[in-house]
């Protein structure tokens, strides 16, 4: 390789040149259509599919508090073991398909050979390390509050009520965790981003306009919530409030997994933040004052660090030289 060679090598690693290699409007379709796969596989059959009792008499209420019902013996709620079991093969199977579908777009899109396809196919699904361990930790560093909150209920690792076993190492710890973050990472930003590349969008235009599906894709949780409350117009009323929200942080969620996995290159930094935020839950402030009322200004200024130093450490410890989405200056 002369030093020419090497240096177009550096500026461009994917070695794609040239107009756009897809229409922006098979970029969109492509990005419902993988969407449409990872949820629809979860209705695909009996398995997946979750049953509820066609009459709920709407006994969800305790002292004026809407409160989820008890299971009946014939439904199928989407924590039952075998429920689980068939959702993460079929999410899994769905990853698998779409991942297929990138490989053989750029595969008909360029003109390569096998092991070239499946090389640039494996760079924009993000399957490398990542040249750092940095970007692992912007997440946890945003989170400095809710993280001393965890520690005040003593629920940190190797703390008092740190709980591995009933928490992770289980079914539901498995598709909460590991298994859920991961897939949906591969299809909402690895798959969805990858046509919007080939289509020549801006990295900014895609942090702001792919996590959309990533959000939408969660509005199907609206009719478990409806059927779990007792199928009641509270119940309806709180599927949509939980829905709307559910949309509005997932939605912020995927700026923030988009931004790490575009700058780094990597699968791992956005499916590491993804399990770390799972893991943490929505950040209560307000519940934690009220908790733990003598340490209020200590949570509001860990809180604020936390957000500081996240404003800081995300340009900083993303850059990522030969990142083909995001190309260092």
Known sequence: MTLLDYTKALL?????????????????????????????????????RLSFATYVD????????????????????????DVIRARLIAVSMASLTCCTAVEAIIATSTNRTVLEVLNLTRKYLGFTLGS???????????????????????????????????KFLNLIGLRTYTLGPLTEEIVFRACVLAPYHLAGCSPTKMVFLTPLSFG????????????????TRQAALKAVLGSTFQLIYTTLFGFHAAYL??????LLPAFSAHAFCNIMGFPEVAYEIRTWPHRKYLIILLYLLGIAGYVYTLPRWTETPRSIFWPST
């Open 12 to 48: 461009n690693p994917t070695g794609l040149t040239g107009p756009p290699l897809l229409p922006i409007s098979i970029a969109h379709v492509l990005a419902l259509s993988f969407a449409a796969i990872y949820v629809g596989s979860l209705y695909v059959s009996n398995h997946t």
């Open 58 to 81: 709407g006994k969800g209420v305790s002292a004026g508090v809407l409160q989820e019902r008890e299971r009946k013996a014939n439904e199928r709620w989407r924590d039952d073991p």
């Open 132 to 166: 750092s361990f940095l970007p692992h930790l912007i997440t946890p560093i945003l989170f400095l509050g809710p993280l001393y909150a965890t520690y005040l209920q003593q629920t940190l690792p190797f703390q008092k009520f740190w709980f591995p076993k009933q």
């Open 216 to 231: 939408l894709a969660h509005a199907h949780h609206a009719w478990t919530r409806i059927n779990r409350y007792g199928r």
């Open 261 to 266: 996995f575009l700058r780094t290159g990597s």
